[in-house]
């Protein structure tokens, strides 16, 4: 990083002006971007669709540079929709993670992964 | 923001020590994690399946506050399979607008949203 | 349909009959499949994440038969799915519209789209 | 099955006349379907997300007729779609699965599920 990019801000702002210079703005609504959102994620899943979970833990340099475009894509859309709706990620996941301590008791879930929902029946 | 908490590092350090004390790291396959990213995704798109365009860019206060807990989800699983493949998300979010500004060049797509594929048919 | 082709059973037939002669039944337990069904589902999506919903409606044929080819490969890997489960397709969607009949009665949700989550807190 | 319904001309009307009765045939575009199914595809993964493969393939029965449940969603949103657009999904299916017969050799890709884009790069 040599210009100060290491944060979500210079990010969205790049992503601001990339829209506005190919007049795209006007199909940026946060319904739409969220398709295109979920169209990446996707695009990620169908890299690991028919690999064993070990096989996706270690990837040679091809597939994984492939993976590290797709989720480039995921973020991208994702601070694109956040600049549009004002929402801060970044302090958003935070929240999230505070949630999730109260949530997920360590000493309650500890090496149990259900679903939330489930625990909920508990 | 009070604790130097604005980056991605931050967050993902913060992540991988929450699902450490919860022994959760063996559910934290690349793969199974970009099933959990897909899912937050969906629920994302949930809350704008049946709004219109311009309904989704007027989200009263509620509604904002709970997309930006599923896009909060997001992120969290996003930077999660980023730390366990070892890829530096910001990196390649700028690597891939670099990518992206060749593929559309402005002055070619201007106000035109075509899919890339449907372009390459040209 | 000149061979008695009309229904999900004889499909469901023909992509185990796909599956076993590639060797690809090791490959398709419903964890793998759920992710490549997931992944045509954004295929589909993807279509339309730049159209207004009237353009959505007016697809030109050759629009119309990528979007069919898509929809086709979903019903693929649904039905390869219930296969693999045992499950009958056709009958859990009357039971569900049984069920959305009572959840959503007619008169309560007339012209109102609200998420199914969002009644539930009236 | 006791009422010959087990077409999906049976299913799709029978959609229809739901869709009808409560005025949502405006909610119903191509665009906005598209949306709904992905939203069920994910509920369908997230049953999966933290289960091995094997677990995958033998649920308990609650799980299961969950499972069922969202499978059923998947496919009334799809034969919803289909209806909107005017698809026949079993025929094109079974045209998807003879363009697959051709892309995909038996002999060629015995015992490989690699990616079609990767096959094509071959």
Redesign the interface.
């Known amino acids: ?1 040599t210009k100060g ?4 801000t210079a ?1 969205s702002n ?2 601001a002006d ?1 829209a506005r ?4 703005e ?2 940026h ?4 971007l ?6 990446e ?14 096989q ?2 270690t ?1 040679d340099a091809d597939k ?1 540079d492939a ?3 797709e ?6 859309y ?2 694109r ?2 600049e ?2 004002d ?11 505070e ?3 109260k949530r ?1 008791p ?1 000493e309650k ?3 149990d ?3 939330a929902s489930e625990y909920d029946k508990d």
Chains 1, 2, 3, 4 share one sequence.
């Open positions: 990083m990019e290491g944060s979500l990010l790049a992503l990339f210079r190919r007049d795209w006007q199909f609504s946060p319904k739409n969220s398709m295109a959102l979920i169209a994620a996707a695009e990620l899943v169908e890299h690991f669709q028919w690999l064993t979970e070990e996706s833990k990837l994984k993976v590290a475009m989720m480039a894509d995921i973020l991208i994702l601070v929709t956040a549009r709706l929402i801060d990620l970044i302090d958003s996941a935070w929240r999230k993670i949630i999730n301590e997920y360590a879930v500890h090496g992964a259900r679903r």
